[in-house]
């Protein structure tokens, strides 16, 4: 018996069906659910046939099918094969559209710290809303399971709960109906204290289970969040208008972080945190306040700008505490509201020929030029006020 594309068309329904509703998938709601235009009877004969090869099993007599650890084997693979075929194709467009943002951001950094005389930094967008596609618990002996967590984007993570207490196939697929039926097409910001409560009530004994999957799910999210980064700065040398920031010691020091960027991928860090925790808006460090220990010295002005659809970056202001804290805020304001805009416009933009590649990085040349960004054109030297 082969697995042919009739079958695979099924079996991927079911999967796709039971990941939403975390319910047993009868031949009725696939009649419904493909494009195949089979009777009941024909799908209920391949479900046999699937059956049969391990890729569904039947819970109990009267239910429809599940996947199986084959099943969802399967399922995972074509995912990372289809992934694959996708990247090459998509490599092309993918290097022009990364080069072409990095340029603009270089280019706002540049022009925030001409409009300011301090130092100036900018994230590069990242997606923050990566969505759980599923979840997978297999039992590999009375008290280990193997877990699988895949995230938005083809993500698949696994690795083995040892638990403190046996447990049993019936206790694992309840297990897995739970956690499928309750975190699928959530992202992490979606997955509240109230919500993790009540799966662990219902997980009951075995709520550790729960526990050690929404970890699981929360470091996957911000590890690939955090490993594709990129920070720009500009106005380094602005610190020496300042003559508390201009000591020698100090101004290395806070040069060498604003050179070290994975320092300031955790102050980045540090600010979306604030967020997740309902401090929106512009946001102000002074001294201690900030979690770098060689920034003690000054004060750092964030904001976050938004793309839509997920994608959202941040951009700070760093100076002496005795900074113009109202133009400092000001113009940050101004700057994101313009990267809401620019980027927004910018990105949805395809090119056209050979001679479009140039464009974007000579647009933003001309915005800074011609007085476009908010603010262009009036940075004057403040000699250190």
């Not at 690939?224 to 100090?250: C, H, V, W």
């Not at 647009?363 to 000699?383: I, L, R, V």
């Amino acid at each position: 018996m082969e697995m042919d594309g009739r079958k695979r068309k099924i079996l991927d329904a079911i999967i796709r069906n039971y990941l939403e509703t975390g319910e047993p998938v009868g031949s009725r709601t696939i009649s419904r659910y493909t494009d195949l235009h089979l009777s009941s009877a024909t799908i209920r004969n391949e479900m046999s046939d699937l059956e049969e090869m391990g890729f569904i099993v039947q819970p109990h007599t009267s239910a429809g099918r599940i996947p199986t650890d084959k099943g969802y084997r399967l399922y995972v693979n074509s995912i990372v094969e289809t992934k694959m075929q996708k990247t090459e194709a998509m490599t092309s467009l993918m290097i022009y559209r990364t080069n072409r943002l990095e340029e603009m951001l270089k280019q706002v950094v540049r022009l925030l710290a001409s409009m300011t005389n301090y130092t100036t930094m900018i994230s590069a967008p990242s997606y923050r809303g990566s969505k759980v596609k599923f979840i997978q618990l297999s039992r590999l002996g009375p008290r280990q399971l193997l877990n699988v967590v895949v995230i938005e984007g083809n993500i698949v993570r696994s690795h083995i709960i040892d638990l403190v207490t046996d447990i049993d196939e019936e206790t694992v697929y309840r297990l897995n109906m739970l956690l499928n039926s309750k975190l699928s097409g959530l992202t992490l910001m979606d997955i509240n204290l109230g919500l993790i409560s009540s799966m662990k009530e219902e997980a009951g004994s075995h709520a550790e289970v729960v526990s050690d999957v929404l970890d699981t799910i929360a470091d996957v999210i911000r590890a690939e969040t955090d490993e594709k980064m990129q920070i720009y700065t500009s106005g380094a040398d602005n610190i020496f208008r300042y003559p508390e920031l201009a000591d020698s010691t100090k101004a290395r020091k806070l040069i060498s972080t604003l050179e070290e960027k994975s320092v300031l991928v955790d102050f980045v860090k540090e600010t979306r945190e604030r967020e997740s925790q309902g401090e929106t808006g512009i946001q102000v460090y002074i001294g201690d306040e900030g979690p770098v220990e060689d920034m003690k010295d000054c004060s750092v002005v964030t904001a976050s700008y938004d793309l839509g659809d997920g994608l959202t970056g941040t951009i700070g202001i760093i100076g002496p505490k005795r900074m113009d804290y109202e133009k400092a805020m000001r113009n940050l304001k101004e700057m994101k509201k313009s990267l809401d805009n620019l980027f927004g416009g910018a990105s949805a933009r395809e090119p056209t020929g050979p001679g479009d590649r140039d464009a974007p990085a000579n647009a933003g040349a001309a915005a800074g030029a011609n007085g476009a960004w908010p603010g262009a054109g009036s940075g004057k030297p403040e000699d250190g006020k």
